[in-house]
């Protein structure tokens, strides 16, 4: 073996450590390339002795102990990989031999120490990870001398003091990141120098000072990151030559004056400036960019009105212009924006009426509204929302009545109408909104009597406050049925009669006030862990907390002793009811069992228990679900009404006897999850995620007697993409088609990524899990349940492969080192673009024995022949769709790359998508211009 020169081994089962003779007898070895092998232990020192060697890639296992300083006599080497590992130490000073070194990765070890200085010795440098390890001090203004660099990533580490002025003269960088670090002082004017830089993100340091003007001439520039800093003073104008821009984020300074200067470029697809002190006009320029996907203008001292501009970008989804200064009417062209999802104006100086046409943005999720001057009635249009989640519109001055409608937002969580106007009863309709997790309604002039049917709201956890009205009545007894209930506020009305004992035994409140009433009666014992002020202004009210009853007559005193034996009596024959009613039960559902168990196929019995309702449920469903009514909708789980399994568990179709339709996943561990806490926390956590292309989690529920879990999700009338490209189907999926899911694919993963804190790595990325709605809109499902499932769950061998990821979609890094990323993400998100694309499973055979889907696509993109990597279904195609599938698959290829910092991030791969997605209506213009010629 002393003449072989490559040597590459990669993704194969090695295990062990790095044999120390490896080098011995091979001098002559060029490439040693042994990444996602599971080796393990040191480096050896004897690496040396390969004194040939040019490329070293050990990356993607789990090697421990330091970097041995004999690696460093390597002077041949130009590529160095040693990321994802679980290195230690320091960097050794005499990384100042390897003089022809091209590309250094160290990331994702447990790294330490300085930067040393001799890294300015290695002017052939052009990439440099370092990000998440444990390096500190200051970058030695020695890196100016690598003039060959092109990326630098040193986000999520240590280092301190002034980012070195020096790099300004590294004239060929296009990427600097240094979030998540401790620098401090100005930015240096110098890296306006970086004429090439297309990504700059400085965020969550300590950097303070102003702008500089300099960066004007980074005309290159696609994404500008500075938030989470002290920077101050105004935008330097000469910011406005940045065409190029597609991303800011400045959130989170004390930069002042007008945001014109970031309205050069046309190309946005976020825009955020929260948490500032910018003022003056909002710019209409910033309407000119039709992608723009979220524009975050809060915290701010904008004045003037809301730009009608904002009405052309008709990709906005989230608007957020909220603690401001704004004044005038919401405007009409906002209207135009059908993908909005949330609008956030609150606490402004909007005034007149809120328009009708809301009611027409039909994605709509939240609207906030709150602490402004609007007046008028509440539009019966909003009621038409039933998408929406918040609804604030508190503080404002609104009149008239709070319509019967109101029972059409069924998936509403938050409702404040509080400090307004609103007169006339509450309506019964208010019972319907079973996913209420907030309803504020204070300080209006409602009248009537509270409503039983508010009892109906089983999610009501964080406030039920209807202080401050002209309510009358009695306290209706339904409302202690509000097992989660914080916080329950009904003082300053004319409620009248006794408190009703049942609420004193509420073990979730935390909050009671019941205060400037007209109640009367002796409170009972459970109400004395109260303070008295929860009480107070009720003449006729005594007991403690409140002072000794003394003359009260029986009616006031509580019930009589006639009454007692009556209720006795009558509890005594439902107790016995009762019982008879579970025996029967009992017996007829072990028959039922029986006569399953007797034909060979699967059932379950309930007979612990006959009422097991979900432990949690939040926004979605239409009524709750209980236990019996999934068991009677899908036969016990019988296997007719399976649409589909996988590694986690299999899923059941459930038409309920309410004409709501769900899936149930029936998750395959043997152990009680629900009972398991971090499970339970987690879960609930899911459950408050919402996006259009993510699969809303309803709730879940489970049977200790049983042995089930399940999770309960929205249902998704079209299948999965796999079910569409690989199964029967009675209908092709034609290009605009899966051009518009691989969009809202990419669009659902960013967002777990980049918009949930923390961010969400899916693990399982695969077409069976890209579902499709009665619109043929991408909804991602499982996400976030592989990672809660191997952190609370004991795995058995029938589930093993979900931690793994599935057979055909495993990014090489996560293969054998199961450590999951959002690269990892990004990796199971191209292999379903490239089925998107060419129709074909990524394990079929007819790539070849020597090959897979990646290398096939890779190869045959670039040759006369690629025209066969395009479903033939979907031919012919127009000349732009071809060319749009085309970069469609050039994407995926750059999604799929074998290195992690290779591939693109999941935002960078949605906004490609996009701008293919966005750019055919031109191209279907030109086709037509050109055959009118």
């Not at 212009?321 to 005038?328: A, E, H, R, V």
Request: contains cysteine; neutral net charge.
């Amino acid at each position: 073996m002393n003449q072989l020169e490559d040597l590459v081994l990669a993704n194969n089962r090695l295990s062990g450590s790095l044999p120390k003779s490896l080098c011995s007898n091979n001098t002559s070895l060029k490439q040693l390339v042994l990444s996602g092998t599971q080796l393990s232990g040191e480096i050896p020192a004897e690496v040396s002795k390969c004194q040939s060697l040019q490329a070293l890639d050990l990356s993607n296992n789990t090697l421990s102990g330091r970097i041995p300083d004999s690696l460093f006599k390597l002077a041949e080497l130009t590529v160095l990989y040693l990321n994802n590992n679980t290195l230690k130490g320091t960097l050794s000073h005499s990384i100042s031999n390897l003089r022809n070194l091209q590309e250094l990765a160290l990331y994702h070890n447990d790294l330490k120490g300085k930067l040393p200085n001799e890294i300015g010795f290695l002017s052939k440098l052009e990439v440099l990870y370092l990000y998440e390890n444990r390096f500190s001090g200051e970058i030695p203004t020695e890196i100016g001398n690598c003039a060959s660099l092109k990326s630098v990533d040193m986000f999520g580490n240590h280092f301190s003091g002034e980012i070195p002025s020096s790099i300004g003269r590294l004239d060929d960088l296009t990427l600097l990141h240094l979030r998540e670090n401790e620098f401090a002082g100005n930015i240096p004017a110098t890296l306006g120098n970086c004429h090439k830089l297309t990504i700059l993100d400085l965020a969550d340091n300590q950097l303070s000072g102003s702008i500089p003007s300099s960066f004007g001439f980074l005309k290159s520039l696609e994404q500008l990151h500075l938030y989470n800093n002290s920077l101050q003073g105004s935008l330097p104008s000469s910011l406005i030559n940045l065409k190029n821009l597609t991303r800011i984020n400045f959130s989170s300074n004390k930069l002042n004056g007008s945001i014109s200067p970031l309205c050069g470029s046309s190309s946005y697809l976020s825009f955020d400036v929260t948490d500032n002190e910018f003022e003056g006009d909002v710019p209409l320029q910033l309407g000119k960019s039709p992608s723009l996907d979220r524009l975050r203008l809060g915290k701010n001292q904008f004045t003037g009105r809301i730009a009608w501009t904002f009405g052309k970008i008709h990709e906005l989804s989230l608007l957020d212009i909220s603690s401001n200064s704004l004044t005038g009417n919401i405007p009409l062209e906002l209207g135009l924006c059908k993908k909005l999802t949330h609008i956030d104006l609150n606490d402004n100086f909007l005034s007149g009426v809120i328009p009708p046409w809301l009611g027409k943005l039909a994605l709509l999720g939240e609207l906030k509204l709150s602490s402004n001057q609007f007046t008028g009635s509440l539009p019966k249009e909003i009621f038409n929302l039933t998408k929406l989640l918040v609804l604030s519109l508190d503080g404002n001055s609104l009149n008239g009545s709070i319509p019967q409608e109101i029972r059409n937002l069924e998936s509403l969580n938050v409702l404040n109408l509080g400090k307004n106007q609103i007169s006339g009863q509450l309506p019964s309709g208010i019972g319907k909104l079973s996913k209420l997790y907030e309803l504020r309604l204070s300080r209006n002039i409602l009248t009537g009597k509270i409503p039983v049917e508010i009892g109906q709201l089983q999610d009501l956890q964080s406030a039920l406050d209807l202080s401050y009205n002209n309510f009358t009545g009695d306290i209706p007894s339904t409302i202690s049925t509000l097992h989660k209930l914080e916080s329950l506020d009904l003082s300053h009305n004319h409620l009248v009669g006794v408190v009703p004992g049942q609420i004193g035994d509420m073990k979730s409140l935390v909050y009671l006030n019941l205060s400037y009433n007209n109640l009367e009666g002796k409170l009972k014992k459970q109400f004395s862990k109260w303070q008295a002020d929860a009480f107070v202004g009720n003449a006729g009210l005594c007991g403690s907390p409140l002072g000794h009853c003394a003359g009260l007559n029986k009616k006031q005193q509580g019930l009589s002793a006639k009454t007692v034996i009556i209720i006795s009596a009558i509890s005594s024959l439902a107790a016995i009811a009762v019982m008879v009613l579970v025996i029967v039960v009992f017996f007829k559902q072990n028959l039922a069992l029986f006569k399953k168990g007797r034909g060979g196929s699967s059932a379950f019995s309930s007979n612990s228990s006959s009422s097991e309702a979900p432990l949690f449920s939040h926004g979605g469903a239409k009524s709750d679900i209980k236990w019996e009514d999934i068991m009677e909708a899908t036969h016990y789980l019988d296997d007719e009404f399976m649409i589909g399994s996988g590694g986690s568990g299999k899923v059941y179709k459930a038409d309920l006897v309410n004409g709501e339709t769900i899936a149930v996943k029936k998750i395959l561990w043997k152990d009680d999850l629900m009972s398991n806490k971090s499970f339970n926390r987690e879960v609930k956590t899911l459950g408050t995620i919402r996006h259009r292309h993510l699969v809303k989690l309803m709730g879940y529920c489970s049977s200790k007697a049983q042995g089930l879990n399940m999770l309960i999700y929205e249902y998704m009338e079209n299948g999965s993409v796999w079910d569409w490209l690989h199964a029967k189907k009675k209908e092709v999926l034609d290009w605009e088609t899966r051009l518009k899911i691989a969009v809202g694919l990419a669009q659902g993963v960013e967002y777990l990524h980049f918009d949930c804190v923390p961010p969400i790595v899916h693990r399982d990325i695969k077409s069976s899990n890209v579902l499709l709605d009665s619109n043929m809109e991408a909804h991602l499902g499982d996400f976030g349940l592989a990672k809660i499932l191997t952190e609370n769950c004991d795995t058995n061998t029938e589930s093993n492969s979900l931690f793994a990821g599935s057979y055909g979609y495993i990014a090489p890094e996560y293969a054998y080192s199961l450590k999951a990323t959002e690269k990892s993400d990004v990796y199971n998100m191209g292999i379903v673009l490239m089925e998107i694309v060419t129709g074909k499973k990524p394990t079929e055979g007819v790539f070849g024995e020597e090959t897979d889907m990646v290398r096939w696509v890779d190869t045959v993109l670039g040759s006369a022949a690629r025209e066969k990597l395009i479903d033939s279904e979907l031919k012919p195609l127009l000349p732009c769709e071809e060319e749009a599938a085309y970069q469609v698959l050039e994407i995926a290829i750059q999604c799929t790359k074998t290195y992690p910092q290779e591939r693109p991030s999941s935002r960078q791969a949605c906004d490609r998508l996009l701008r293919v997605f966005n750019s055919r209506g031109a191209s279907y213009r030109e086709m037509q211009t050109d055959s009118q010629k």
